[in-house]
């Protein structure tokens, strides 16, 4: 069965940086864009980044435009958000996902889900 694992989450102080993680596991996953969401205590779960299954085109939400990079190594089936410059804002859950059909910016088009991890942003 599909598996997404994310890892890497913490807590930082303002202006600080984070490096995420998910791992993949029972899917052809250079065939599946990725994406990374977040949701904050009483929010939805908003688009956060998200990148085509070859790495060749990516796409941000404008709060993190500049500010996080998403990337993949399709060789070790694993998707990263890079996270620098982290603001207050940012605080959240964060969940690595698979795209199955739809905009690459609405969480019904990802068919599979991590569990997520945490973020914490002080400030």
């Known amino acids: 069965q599909v598996q997404l694992v994310e890892s890497g989450g913490g807590v930082v102080q303002a202006g600080g940086s984070l490096r995420l993680s998910c791992a993949a596991s029972?899917?052809?996953?250079?065939?599946?864009?990725m994406g990374w969401f977040r949701q904050a205590p009483g929010k939805e779960r908003e688009f956060v980044a998200a990148?085509?299954?070859?790495?060749?085109?990516?796409y941000y939400a404008e709060s993190v435009k500049g500010r996080f990079t998403i990337s993949r190594d399709n060789a070790k089936n694993m998707v990263y958000l890079q996270m620098n410059n982290l603001k207050p804002e940012d605080t959240a859950g964060y969940y690595c996902?698979?795209?199955?059909?739809?905009?690459?910016?609405?969480?019904?088009?990802?068919?599979?889900w991590g569990q997520g991890t945490q973020v914490t942003v002080s400030s």
């Open positions: 996902a698979a795209r199955t059909t739809g905009s690459y910016y609405y969480r019904n088009a990802y068919g599979y």
């Open positions: 029972g899917l052809t996953f250079s065939t599946y864009d």
């Open positions: 990148i085509s299954g070859s790495g060749g085109v990516t």
